[in-house]
């Protein structure tokens, strides 16, 4: 092929990349522009409302508002005198006690609310500045004289004629706040909501001009009255509740009653409706470009899909498939593992980074949205290279070749060479039996031309012979099979640790049996060495125990003599210095001998262990409390993320104590000066999970392992008094007590993590 083609085939493709990228982009605009709309959850049908007025969320806000409008008039007389706000008007009276019947007026209520950290939001809703002081209201209930919001209806038993100080302010505060919300909408602020509630020769009314004739005017209107059921509209559907509202406030006002609700839909005042108006056509247009987004982004994705796809790997000459680079040729499951480690990655850089920036530029209600927006679009971006490079690798038929499943399928077949003896001796005689069979032929075919009967005889004789021949050798060999299947197994259960099992002498002959007794002796020796090691071990345990229990006799002489010395207060400065030395190295020979006798009970097993149900949070949060102090000299500070839940666990009190304490002052001994320790408590798939860690003050230059082990130290200077045995009787206590123990070194991070089931 012409390189000028192949130059501008690799220009298509790099369009194709480009047209592919952009189709994408307006996709996913496409999506974020529905997804966001506030109909989105209205489906496609609310784009056949062409107008504001015509629409479910019209409709939703007109019944709004006429539930709103009763309550205002409702909530006139109990708030209003002559018309006007009353804020001497009496609310509910309670029988606080024997003639102490007591009056709260709207001022009182409003005055109690606020000292009790009542007040009232922007949105009109009861809100709370301090719990405390709505808790320290009293819930004494008393005998209600009055409620002028209620009527005497709505007592159906004694127990509804007592309410407690609480309730009542609750409940007036929140019915002055509805109050307010319908005086700002329907009196202070100009509405395109007009009303006229005639009820007797009570008129309630926003708009003097609404009338009988006038109402028709407006764009959108509904009427009803005493005299009938049906409501009178031009709106889409009937207002929910109006005949509902308007006889039922007829229980405060008189009849007969008619009700005008009309809408301007010219939308001459700035209110609600002139918002969502326009709000509502700016939505209709952006969900039908994101429409078009979307269609457009698909079907253009789809289009340079397929191209590459068709067109993956092919080289200048159309002969072949070339791979891009080397990691073209890597086996496609690292590939698989690749990608799932990016796509885990990028999920925590976009959850830990890129959302935190989204949040500036997004509105918290589509920070859901946006964040999972943003993981699929990183999904897809890392998943479409790689899947190309899968393409390519397919296409060049190096998918199989270079895969790890063909090389573990192949691994697999030596591993079925490996069988029994029995089975591999079993398979080779009905291989000898077919080269017999055919030898015979073959020898048959030979001597074909024999035409007497002894002759025929001679050789069907020679062939009975060869059979039984066949058959001895193969029951020999059968039963050395059976022998050495007997000794693989026994050198199996040896190598597992039973140096106890022993094979039957008397079943083996030949040379066999000596290779048995041989192995016998061998488990012998072993089962001899490990009684040995472990009658070492406890004679070890035993000496330093007795060896340590001895020592700690006259080291407490020493220690209260010494004491005694300190309280004659020699003048002699010296003499009090070394007698100040002397304390502290008698006080740490001290600790190290019982630090020895505790090693050597865990150790052994002498140890008993009470297991109960212990509230891990409760004891880390003791342990926090009794070291802060001794941290705070080394100018330490624990950093605690503790759940504020217990978390329940089986342990032994006593030796949980000894391990937290053992870890605690390691982390004193050790960690950096003027740094911080970490504590971490977490409960998950019902394991829970102690972490302490910290910044170690020197170089690290140890295993892990080995820092469990007797009077190892991580400090190679030794320049600290410790005996190099906590984190070993800590390893071994949390065994005993059924727990995992396990020490993580980062550098110059040291970490210990314990973790226990939960209950």
């Not at 398979?427 to 073959?442: C, E, G, P, R, T």
């Not at 490990?530 to 406890?538: A, D, G, L, M, Y």
């Not at 906590?726 to 390893?731: D, E, N, Q, W, Y």
């Amino acid at each position: 092929m012409d390189k000028n083609i192949f130059f501008s085939r690799a220009k298509l493709k790099i369009w194709a990349v480009v047209l592919h990228l952009t189709a994408f982009a307006l996709f996913v605009i496409g999506i974020s522009i529905i997804y966001c709309n506030d109909n989105f959850n209205k489906g496609l049908l609310w784009l056949n409302s062409e107008n504001y007025d015509d629409s479910p969320a019209f409709m939703k806000q007109v019944d709004s508002d006429i539930s709103l409008l009763f309550s205002y008039a409702e909530l006139k007389d109990v708030f209003e005198t002559d018309g006007k706000f009353d804020i001497n008007k009496k609310i509910f009276g309670l029988n606080m006690g024997p003639s102490n019947d007591v009056d709260f007026t709207v001022g009182s209520i409003i005055e109690y609310a606020k000292r009790h950290g009542y007040y009232i939001d922007e949105h009109y809703k009861l809100s709370v500045t301090d719990q405390n002081l709505v808790n320290q209201i009293e819930d004494t209930s008393y005998f209600v004289n009055y409620r002028t919001y209620a009527n005497d209806s709505s007592i159906l038993e004694p127990g509804d004629a007592y309410m407690s100080m609480k309730t009542a302010i609750t409940e007036s505060i929140g019915l002055l706040s509805k109050y307010y919300e319908a005086y700002e909408r329907f009196v202070v602020q100009p509405s395109n909501f007009r009303y006229r509630l005639e009820y007797g020769d009570v008129l309630y009314t926003n708009d003097r001009l609404l009338n009988v004739k006038t109402v028709y005017d407006y764009g959108k209107f509904a009427i009803t009255s005493s005299q009938g059921m049906q409501v009178e509209t031009n709106m889409n559907k009937v207002p929910n509740e109006l005949s509902f509202l308007a006889e039922k406030i007829t229980d405060k006002l008189q009849k007969p009653y008619k009700v005008y609700i009309a809408i301007n839909t010219l939308y001459t005042a700035t209110d609600v409706y002139a918002i969502d108006n326009v709000n509502y056509l700016s939505q209709r247009r952006l969900y039908a470009v994101g429409l078009v987004s979307v269609t457009i982004g698909i079907i253009l994705m789809a289009i340079s899909l397929g191209y590459l796809i068709a067109f993956c790997g092919h080289n200048e000459n159309e002969t072949g498939i070339r791979l891009n680079n080397l990691f073209d040729a890597i086996p496609f499951e690292v590939k698989l593992l690749l990608l799932i480690f990016v796509i885990v990655l990028l999920a925590a850089i976009n959850n830990f980074i890129i959302n935190k920036v989204l949040h500036i530029y997004v509105e918290k209600k589509r920070w859901g949205f946006a964040g999972q927006m943003l993981n699929y679009v990183s999904i897809y971006l890392v998943t479409l290279p790689i899947a190309f490079s899968i393409l390519r690798e397919y296409k060049a038929g190096l998918l199989w070749k270079n895969s790890y499943t063909k090389i573990i399928k192949e691994s697999f077949s030596v591993y079925m060479l490996k069988r029994t003896f029995k089975k591999k001796l079993g398979s080779n005689f009905l291989v000898m039996i077919l080269v017999d069979f055919v030898v015979v032929i073959l020898f048959l075919l030979t001597t074909i031309n024999v035409k007497s009967l002894f002759g025929r005889l001679t050789i069907f004789i020679c062939f009975i012979i060869f059979l039984i021949i066949n058959m001895v050798i193969f029951n020999k060999v059968y039963k050395t099979a059976i022998a050495f299947d007997k000794i693989a197994e026994a050198i199996k259960e040896i190598a597992n640790g039973d140096t106890r099992y022993r094979l039957d002498e008397s079943e083996f002959t030949g040379r066999e049996i000596s290779v048995v007794k041989d192995l016998n002796n061998i488990s012998k020796g072993f089962q001899g060495a490990i009684n040995e090691q472990v009658k070492s071990e406890r004679l070890k345990a035993d000496l330093i125990t007795n060896v340590s229990h001895d020592i700690k006799t006259p080291l407490t002489s020493i220690i209260n003599y010494v004491d005694l010395i300190k309280r004659e207060k020699p003048e002699n400065a010296k003499i009090q210095e070394y007698l100040d030395v002397l304390s502290v190295k008698s006080q740490h020979l001290k600790n190290l001998t019982e630090d020895l006798v505790e090693a050597s009970k865990v150790s052994s097993g002498n140890i008993s262990v009470e297991l109960r149900d212990i509230d891990l949070v409760e004891m880390i949060n003791q342990t926090n409390g009794e070291f802060e102090e001794k941290f705070a000299e080394k100018g330490l500070k624990i950093i605690s993320t503790i759940p504020t839940t217990g978390i329940m666990i089986k342990a032994d009190g006593r030796h949980l104590w000894r391990v937290l304490e053992n870890l605690y002052n390691n982390a004193f001994k050790y960690a950096a000066r003027n740094s911080r320790i970490y504590i971490d408590i977490t409960s998950e798939n019902n394991i829970a999970t102690f972490v302490i860690k910290n910044i170690s003050e020197n170089p690290l230059n140890i295993k892990p392992d080995e820092l469990t082990e007797r009077f190892v130290r991580g400090d190679v200077s030794r320049t600290t008094e410790g005996s190099g045995l906590g984190l070993s009787i800590a390893k071994s206590l949390t065994i005993l007590q059924g727990g995992k123990f396990e020490i993580i070194i980062d550098g110059d991070l040291f970490k210990v993590q314990i973790r226990f089931k939960a209950v």
